[in-house]
Nanobody, 123 residues
Framework: QVQLVESGGGLVQAGGSLRLSCTTS????????MGWFRQAPGKEREFVAS????????YYADSVKGRFTISRDNARGILFLQMNSLNTKDTAVYYC????????????????WGQGTQVTISS
């Protein structure tokens, strides 16, 4: 069982930035493709971004391309999501997600989820 813990959410004004982090104690973190998903009130959970185990391949939802950047530090077992030019449509609970070891990064979630971190953007 992979345990994931998100942090870095908060309340910011439109146009601002936030950086989310997802930490894990999983020793083979570098074997897992990872991703970020989000769920706004009354909506289904949706894909935001994903990254391959090595960090060499990244994928983004059209709605965040050019504004969000996913990255990872395999030495420290941390996944990041840098979010710039935030707008009110980005308000949601953001979830860290992990696929099974050695699976490729995709836009569909794997079986492991964090508890989520709230991101609220004010106009």
């Amino acid at each position: 069982q992979v345990q994931l813990v998100e942090s870095g959410g908060g309340l910011v004004q439109a146009g601002g930035s936030l950086r989310l982090s997802c930490t894990t104690s999983e020793r083979s973190f570098s074997s897992y493709a990872m991703g970020w998903f989000r769920q706004a009130p009354g909506k289904e959970r949706e894909f935001v971004a994903s990254i391959s185990a090595s960090g060499g391949s990244k994928y983004y939802a059209d709605s965040v391309k050019g504004r969000f950047t996913i990255s990872r530090d395999n030495a420290r077992g941390i996944l990041f999501l840098q979010m710039n030019s935030l707008n009110t449509k980005d308000t949601a609970v953001y979830y860290c997600n992990s696929r099974q070891p050695y699976e490729t990064a995709t836009m569909t979630p794997g079986p492991y989820w964090g508890q989520g971190t709230q991101v609220t953007i004010s106009s």
